[in-house]
Each structure stands twice: as C-alpha cells, then as structure tokens.
C-alpha cells in the first residue's frame, strides 16, 4: 500500500548533471526521513544523502556534499535528488527510502536500519 517510485535516471557525460526524482505513493503514510542511497555492481550500499520530512534539516555524504543536493516538495510527496558534476565513479543504482515509523533506538540518516520501504531503483551511468 506504500510504494516509493525512482525516475530520473539514465546516461550523463562525465561533467554533466542528473536530477532524480522518487514518488512516494500510499493512502497515509508518515514520512519522517526521506533518503538516497546508492548501490554499484559488487560494491556495498551507500549513503548519498537524506532529509527530513517537517524542517528540511539535510544529510549528505562528506564526498557528495557539494555536488549533490536534496530536496522536496511536500505538496508532491516527491523527494529530489540533484547531482552536478557527474564523474564516472558516481554510476550506480541510486535507490530512495524512507523512515514511516519512529524507532526504539536512535539510527543516524546514513544507516540503513532507519528506512523501513525502499523503491525499486533507477540507474545512473556515467560515462567519461
């Protein structure tokens, strides 16, 4: 009933710029943090940045800040995820997420444990 819904993605020239765009779709649903994460072929997931839903307070990874940029628009349910200068270390599936429910114990943006639905994915693919 909850469903998060990635686009945005595709192939940029190294230089370039991509924004993506993730749909959050449900009948009610608490939105607490919104996250991205990113995943490449045989590497770990990792953290890209996040937000949260009431105050716009944002996280981002100490190696995308500056190039990326989180946003939202609350009216649309959709989080955006901006990133300029592409560089081809950057091509991965960049997945979205999202924290509906508070949690016993404290979990940092950059932790995984703390979304509870994630979307399907959309690639990103950055050529040189």
């Known amino acids: 009933q909850v469903q998060l819904v990635e686009s945005g993605g595709g192939l940029v020239q190294a230089g370039g710029s991509l924004r993506l765009s993730c749909a959050t779709f449900?009948?009610?649903?608490?939105?607490?943090?919104m996250g991205w994460f990113r995943q490449a072929p045989g590497k770990e997931r990792e953290f890209v940045a996040a937000?949260?839903?009431?105050?716009?307070?944002?996280y981002y990874a100490n190696s995308r800040k500056g190039r990326f940029t989180i946003s939202k628009d609350n009216a649309k349910n959709t989080v955006y995820l901006q990133m300029n200068s592409l560089q081809p270390e950057d091509t991965a599936i960049y997945y979205c997420?999202?924290?509906?429910?508070?949690?016993?114990?404290?979990?940092?943006?950059?932790?995984?444990?703390?979304?509870?639905?994630w979307g399907q994915g959309t690639q990103v693919t950055v050529s040189s």
């Open positions: 997420a999202a924290q509906t429910t508070y949690k016993p114990v404290h979990y940092t943006p950059n932790s995984g444990d703390r979304y509870d639905i």
């Open positions: 449900g009948r009610t649903f608490s939105r607490i943090v």
């Open positions: 937000i949260t839903w009431t105050g716009d307070t944002t």
